[in-house]
């Protein structure tokens, strides 16, 4: 199986990039590897909110909720709102193949 | 530096900037070589990362160490390196980074301290850390105005109309501090859930309850006002309502960021926001001056905490040279040598 795994993602100026996938990789990975410089000052271990993403509402449902730990972190966040998660927290299958995703405030 | 504040000078053999994991670590290295440090932080208290962003987080890639908080490992660090007594000076900035007419390099520090040493060992992670801004228009004009992210001096809220942001230990803690002493406080938070302490959010809820205090769930959308003066914030409240709430300060808590600061402007070859060095002495361009841990790069780098432990290893090797120029180097086990345990302050062991 040689399906091709990708995401979109906005960046601050409104421009979205079509980023290569790895599955198991967390969103924060991928949009790192695909060049765009996303902050992620803790590394990806929920510690730091400077990996802030807007998820498109139309893939809200198919990614696994937020954990207690995460909605906390999101409160060192600014522009939060209800489609904000960090994006080390989301981990890619291939479900969420072709996952649309911008960057929001304090993200880069 | 502001004028007129008194200038310390001190002369050591290493300066260290960042007392996170590499910067502690580096003490225990050099000081096996005899290299005696003094180390500076921007934060109160020695850890960078792991006291700042994950005290109570479990760490399981420290070789030997299957589990341990980042909390704990400061701990540890602290417990190590004390053998070699280093010197620390916390919360200040590192300024400047200069070459003396001597040759050694100088340091600035924020709080009036002047450092002169032969080596310097820059392990300051992702930066500074500085609190995190607010994202709204103009708010530089009001900072050390009106708007305010730390509160120097309870006196100076007596009687005003306050606002505080955020949901953690610092707001909650401010909050209930100013509450007595200020005209009216009013905590401005994303939603109706505080990741402070369990009794200060009890307090917090009976003064809300009692009427003595205002909780606000919404976040902050504008501030408005004249000449660095705040005259109301504008909240976004869930549903698109927006609130004008008239206020004469902003204290916002939305806790700390790393920002590279002064670091930058420092005469070195950076790649990025990281500090280009040779992989076998993490050695900058400039001699002497030496960049390890999280701040460092190289081909391969890896930001792993045991990364910044083999290079201050290797850092510490070529700063021997820098401070001890008339000592041949003689690499020795802290097993075996007697040199090194009367160091470390142990005795002899089978």
Redesign the interface.
């Known amino acids: 199986m040689s399906e091709e795994l990708y995401i979109y993602c906005t960046d601050m100026e409104g421009k979205e990039h079509k980023l290569q996938a790895t599955e198991e990789w967390s969103v924060m990975e991928i949009i790192r590897e695909g060049g765009i410089p996303i902050l992620g000052q803790c590394g990806g271990s929920c510690a730091c909110a400077t990996c802030q993403i807007y998820v498109d509402p139309s893939w809200k449902d198919k990614i696994p909720e937020p954990s207690e730990e995460e909605i906390g972190m999101l409160d060192g966040a600014f522009g939060v709102n209800e489609n904000s998660r960090l994006a080390c927290q989301i981990f890619f299958t291939r479900e969420l193949n072709g996952l649309r995703v911008k960057l929001a405030p304090g993200s880069v | 530096m502001e004028e007129g504040r008194e200038i310390k000078l001190i002369e050591t053999d290493a300066i260290i900037i960042g007392t996170g994991p590499a910067g502690l670590f580096a003490v225990f290295e050099l000081g096996l070589h005899d290299i005696k440090c003094h180390l500076v932080d921007i934060l109160d208290r020695p850890g960078g990362?792991c006291a700042e962003?994950?005290p109570e987080?479990p760490i399981y890639d420290i070789p030997g160490v299957p589990v341990c908080t980042g909390g704990e490992l400061v701990e540890r660090l602290m417990e190590q390196i004390k053998p070699f007594h280093p010197e620390f000076h916390l919360g200040q900035m590192a300024e400047k980074l200069e070459k003396t007419p001597e040759g050694k390099w100088r340091v600035t520090a924020s709080g009036g301290v002047i450092f002169e040493a032969p080596v310097v060992v820059i392990a300051a992670g992702?930066g500074s850390f500085v609190p995190?801004k607010?994202?709204v228009k103009d708010i530089e004009r009001f900072e050390g105005k009106s708007v305010f992210y730390a509160v120097r001096r309870k006196d100076d809220f007596a009687g005003k109309n306050i606002v505080i942001a955020?949901?953690?230990d610092s707001a909650l803690d401010w909050a209930l501090n100013l509450q007595p002493v200020a005209g009216k406080v009013t905590l401005v938070?994303?939603?109706d859930?505080f990741?402070a302490a369990p009794d200060t959010v009890s307090k917090m809820r009976a003064l809300v309850e009692a009427g003595k205090m205002d909780l606000e769930i919404a976040?902050?959308a504008a501030i408005e006002g004249e000449n660095g003066q705040i005259s109301k914030v504008v909240l976004h409240r869930d549903g698109a309502e927006l609130i004008h709430l008239p206020c004469d300060a902003l204290l916002a808590f939305?806790?700390l960021?790393?920002k590279l600061g002064p670091v930058a402007g420092f005469d070195l070859k950076f790649e990025g926001d990281l500090i280009a060095v040779d992989p076998a002495s993490f050695e900058t361009n400039q001699p002497g001056v030496f960049a390890i841990g999280d701040i460092c790069t190289y081909p391969g780098k890896m930001?792993l905490i045991l990364s910044g432990f083999h290079e201050a290893a290797l850092m510490a090797r070529k700063a021997f040279g820098y401070v001890h120029p008339d000592r041949r180097y003689r690499f020795q086990y802290t097993t075996s040598s007697s040199n090194l345990k009367s160091a470390l302050g142990v005795t002899q062991t089978k």
């Open positions: 990362q962003l994950y987080k992702g995190k607010p994202p955020g949901g953690g938070h994303r939603r859930e990741r976040t902050l939305y806790g960021t790393m930001k």
